[in-house]
Nanobody
C-alpha cells in the first residue's frame, strides 16, 4: 500500500495563488505518474493535471491551462501543483493520485492510490 498525503490548501481571494504538495511514502515514487483532481460540492471529481513518471510530459484540463503548473521532485517523493490567478470556481477539495501506467490518462479509474484531499477555497 502507498500512502499519499496532500498539503498546501487554504483560503485565498480571487487572483491569489496557492501551491499544493503531494507526498508519497513509496520509495519507487518515480515509477508512478501523478494526477491532481478536484471535487466541488455536489459535483463529480474532475481531472485537473497529470505529470508523467519522468516529469517530461504534462497534461492539463482546459480550466487549468495557463494558470496551473504541475511539477515533481522525485528525490523528495513530491509532486506540486502551483495555482495562480485563482477563481471562485476553483473552490474544491483537491486530490492527488498515483498511476503506475504510462500515457495520457485523465479519468479517476486510471489511478490506483489516492490521498485524502486538501480544501481550496477562493473567495470573490
Amino acid at each position: 500500500q502507498v500512502e499519499v498525503v496532500e498539503s498546501g490548501g487554504g483560503s485565498v481571494q480571487a487572483g491569489g495563488s496557492l501551491r499544493l504538495s503531494c507526498a508519497a511514502s513509496r520509495p519507487t515514487f518515480g515509477s508512478y505518474a501523478t494526477g491532481w483532481f478536484r471535487q466541488a460540492p455536489g459535483k463529480e471529481r474532475e481531472f485537473v493535471a497529470r505529470i508523467s513518471q519522468s516529469g517530461i510530459s504534462r497534461v492539463y484540463a482546459d480550466s487549468a491551462k495557463g494558470r496551473f503548473t504541475i511539477s515533481r521532485d522525485n528525490a523528495k517523493n513530491t509532486v506540486y501543483l502551483q495555482m495562480n490567478s485563482l477563481k471562485p470556481e476553483d473552490t474544491a477539495v483537491y486530490y492527488c493520485a498515483l498511476d503506475s501506467k504510462y500515457g495520457t490518462r485523465t479519468t479517476t479509474r486510471d489511478y490506483e492510490y489516492w490521498g485524502q484531499g486538501t480544501q481550496v477555497t477562493v473567495s470573490s
